[in-house]
């Protein structure tokens, strides 16, 4: 039986491992390849790495990130930040990253996706969407959740699919940072809409709240987090063992 | 020395990194010769099966793989590289495989169930059987290892080692004499992927 994935996500600026609270305020808190392994020995099932840097220095040290995570981390890696172009994926792909996630940069160039699955199999592309209820519609955030681009987010994920986006990253800015639980009924939402695997971000603060995102929407396939995991409030291989005991599958790793 | 075969398809760092971590003396190569002295041959891929059985054959490496094969040198594919072991893929149209394995490549969808998502992505546990395989000497029932696809080897029925329950079950593991292939990535599947591959590094060369 297929396991449901749990999955930590780093942001990395200037070669450190950052999270904001509703993307705001940032702190250090580790080294992402001491980061990366401690989460792989401890069961994650997959690793998004997230640049968050602007510069062109910024960049070329992430990318000198990831190659030491690929050399050292036997689990799937995903990267994402500043995916703007074909070139963009070569980049990241051949420091040997599995999967590539886009956001702003599909927004920009409505093309990407297309070209990418095209170039790269679906499996390749992740669809990353930041959104939003305004005036109790799902509106799509760009630039870090800061600017409402003004489009329906089921809509624009639909249509992103149709494209052939592999799997799609829901990150609900309403509930993010503030630990109380995922977003249930946006996740419905976009579960309802495509039947590619659909990824919860957003709103995680504890084991119960996992807890209440598989047993309430079976379909949803994985849960993303990243500071609980960070600053340990949420431990992984505590969460996988008691989600098991759940009768959620989850994949558990031997201790030594 | 371990050869990976590299005949431009897909991104092999993963892979080298991952043998290399098992202690194993690992080259990605399109050399005839280096393959030739390789104790061992790795069949990579992803992408499309008849993109990837024709760069093979354009670059002649798919001849040098079956006479390795034939003089009894261990053979490891992997995902498409398995797939590529068997006879056939109807994965848009119909393509020749090296038929170094009896069985075909057909569409998941062909088995599962319609609720199920495609491609099968994910941690899926393996069953090995009433027998386990020596590459598999390392693991147990049900541990977990991750796959990626769309396609799956079908009528191989003597030659599976290991399947993945999916709505149906997949086959998630082919072997025949010292041609082996795993449909999942064991350079992707954390340590029990790993103790795969040393198991894999550790078999006797005939």
Sequence with gaps: MITKRI????DVKNGRVVKGVNFLGLNDVSSPVELARYYSDHGADELVFYDITASAEGRALFTDILTEVARQIFIPLTVGGGINSLEDFDRVLKCGADKVSVNSGAIRNPSLVKEAAKRYGDQCVVLSVDVKRVDG?????AKGGRENTGMEAIEWIRRCVGDGAGEVVVNSIDTDGVKGGFDLPMLQAVCDAVSVPVIASGGAGCIRHFSELFHSLP???AGLAASIFHFHEVDIGE???SLLAEGIPMRTIKKG | MIAIVD???????????????????AVITADPCVLRAAEKIILPGVGAFGDAAEKLR???????VKEEAAKGKPILGICLGMQLLLEKSYEYGEHEGLGLIPGVIRPIADVIPADYKI?????????????????FRYLAEGDHVYFVHSYYGAQCKESVIATAEYGADLTAAVASGNVMGCQFHPEKSGSVGLAILRAFCEMEVA
């Design chain 2, 7 to 25: 005949y431009g398809v897909g991104n092999l760092f993963s892979l080298r990194s991952s043998l290399l971590a098992v202690g194993a003396d």
């Design chain 1, 239 to 241: 969460l996988k063992q």
């Design chain 2, 58 to 64: 354009e670059s002649g490496l798919d001849r040098l």
């Design chain 1, 7 to 10: 999955i930590p996500c780093l």
């Design chain 2, 119 to 135: 491609p099968h992505i994910g941690w899926n546990a393996l069953h090995f059987g009433a027998e386990k395989h020596p590459l």
């Design chain 1, 137 to 141: 519609v799902f509106r799509v955030f």
């Design chain 1, 219 to 221: 379909q949803v396939d």
